[in-house]
C-alpha cells in the first residue's frame, strides 16, 4: 500500500521533560513508555503498545482490567481519571500498601 509507513508500535518524539529509559512521558496526547535516555527537547523513541511495569500511584489498590491514567505532574501510572489521561488497563492485581510502587499495565496505544 503506497500510503503505509509503520506499524507505530514504536515512535519518535521530542521530549517534553529528561527521561530514562522505561519511564512513561506524555507528548500531547501521546503517551509512551521511553526506549533509552533523552533530555528536554531531544528525540526518543517510545512503545506505544505492550505490557509494561510502571511507578504507580502510592497507597491505591489495582484489580486486573481497572483503566489506569497517566499522571503527568507527578509522572506516575494512578486510577485517578480527573486531570489525567487514559494511558491502558491494569493486567495484574497490585495492592495498595507503600511498599506497593509497581503497577503491571497494557497501554492501549489508541492515541
Known amino acids: 500500500m503506497k500510503t503505509y509507513v509503520q506499524p507505530g508500535n514504536t515512535i519518535t518524539v521530542t521530549a517534553p521533560y529528561d527521561v530514562t529509559s522505561g519511564d512513561g512521558l506524555l507528548v500531547g496526547a501521546i503517551f509512551g513508555i521511553a526506549s533509552g535516555d533523552a533530555l528536554t527537547g531531544a528525540e526518543v523513541e517510545v512503545v506505544t503498545t505492550g505490557v509494561f511495569d510502571m511507578t504507580k500511584a502510592a497507597s491505591q489498590a489495582w484489580a486486573v482490567?481497572?483503566?489506569?491514567?497517566?499522571?503527568?505532574?507527578?509522572?506516575?501510572?494512578?486510577?485517578?481519571?480527573?486531570?489525567?489521561?487514559?494511558?491502558?488497563?491494569?493486567?495484574?492485581?497490585?495492592?495498595?500498601?507503600?511498599?506497593?510502587?509497581?503497577?503491571?499495565?497494557?497501554?492501549?496505544?489508541?492515541?
Open 65 to 111: 482490567g481497572d483503566k489506569v491514567y497517566w499522571d503527568n505532574t507527578n509522572r506516575v501510572a494512578t486510577k485517578t481519571a480527573t486531570a489525567n489521561t487514559l494511558i491502558g488497563v491494569a493486567v495484574a492485581a497490585v495492592g495498595g500498601t507503600a511498599s506497593e510502587t509497581t503497577g503491571r499495565v497494557r497501554l492501549n496505544g489508541s492515541f
